[in-house]
């Protein structure tokens, strides 16, 4: 994502990581809420925020997508949910996918019959 090399185990104030991503100090805390299952900055004894690398990576990545593809911030959220699930869940078994389609048929075929006795 980022262009800059940061060691992978140092802790970085919001100050610092508002430098290094550009992203605004209160952006940064307002998204620490709204992507509370993706964010996870530790705090010190002094209950400052310190961001991990992966921190910064979720913080560009999340830049991206608002500020450059132009989504909402539901709608990056749902993108990093995709992002993050296991390649099992985005592929359904055969059988969900049968209940799937049977329960589609059967709103189907009632909505075909209300048209005809309407």
Request: net charge neutral.
């Given at each position: 994502?980022?262009?800059?090399?940061?060691p992978?185990?140092?802790?970085?104030?919001?100050?610092?990581?508002?430098?290094?991503?550009?992203?605004?100090?209160?952006?940064?805390?307002?998204?620490?809420?709204?992507?509370?299952?993706?964010?996870?900055?530790?705090?010190?004894?002094?209950?400052?925020?310190?961001y991990?690398?992966?921190?910064?990576?979720?913080?560009?990545?999340?830049?991206?997508?608002?500020?450059?593809?132009?989504?909402?911030?539901?709608?990056?959220?749902?993108?990093?949910?995709?992002?993050?699930?296991?390649?099992?869940?985005?592929?359904?078994?055969?059988?969900?996918?049968?209940?799937?389609?049977?329960?589609?048929?059967?709103?189907?075929l009632?909505?075909?019959?209300?048209?005809?006795?309407?």
């Amino acid at each position: 994502m980022s262009l800059t090399r940061l060691p992978g185990d140092a802790l970085y104030s919001i100050a610092q990581v508002n430098a290094i991503t550009g992203v605004a100090k209160p952006t940064i805390r307002f998204w620490e809420k709204e992507f509370a299952a993706f964010l996870h900055p530790r705090r010190t004894d002094g209950n400052q925020r310190r961001y991990a690398r992966s921190d910064i990576d979720v913080i560009e990545r999340i830049n991206n997508l608002v500020r450059s593809e132009g989504y909402t911030l539901e709608g990056a959220r749902r993108k990093l949910e995709m992002e993050t699930t296991p390649e099992t869940a985005a592929h359904p078994d055969e059988e969900s996918m049968v209940k799937l389609a049977d329960t589609m048929s059967d709103y189907l075929l009632k909505k075909l019959l209300a048209k005809t006795t309407a």
